[in-house]
């Protein structure tokens, strides 16, 4: 199982933890039980992580910890999926945004944030071309 393909188990998990049903968290999140159901299989992504933490109260990085590499901050991942929704992009794309954020981070350390996010573009354009 892939890092991304974790979000969805971790989200169950943690959901089951604080003994919720899916129509308990789905209700808290504003959001169908449909919705959830599709994230916790990994058919979809959720778009509301802050709103989707505090009703699991988890902080960010134990909700996305095998899921995001370590090296990308909130901070950074957050600019970078905030500059691609400017520039179009959906939060369905998140899995992929991760991925080529990583890599691209990978490929270039030391890169400012915009560098990334067009780093990032590119990889996003190829894909879906």
């Known amino acids: 199982m892939s890092r991304l393909e974790q979000l969805g188990t ?8 604080k003994n919720m049903t899916q129509e308990e968290l ?3 999140l504003g959001i ?3 919705a959830l159901s599709k994230w916790e299989r990994n058919l ?3 778009d509301i992580m802050k709103n989707l933490t505090d009703n699991l109260q988890m902080a960010y990085p134990a909700l996305v910890e095998g899921v995001v590499p370590e090296k990308l901050s909130y901070g950074l991942l957050t600019e970078v999926v905030r500059g691609l929704l400017q520039r179009g992009y959906y939060m369905v ?23 990334l996010i067009d780093m990032v573009q590119e990889k996003l354009k190829a894909f879906y071309s």
């Open 10 to 17: 971790k989200i169950s998990q943690c959901r089951q933890n």
């Open 26 to 28: 789905a209700r808290r």
């Open 32 to 34: 169908t039980p449909q």
């Open 44 to 46: 979809s992504y959720p």
């Open 93 to 115: 794309c998140l899995p992929k945004i991760i991925e080529y954020l990583d890599s691209a981070f990978r490929e270039n350390s030391e890169a400012d944030t915009s560098e």
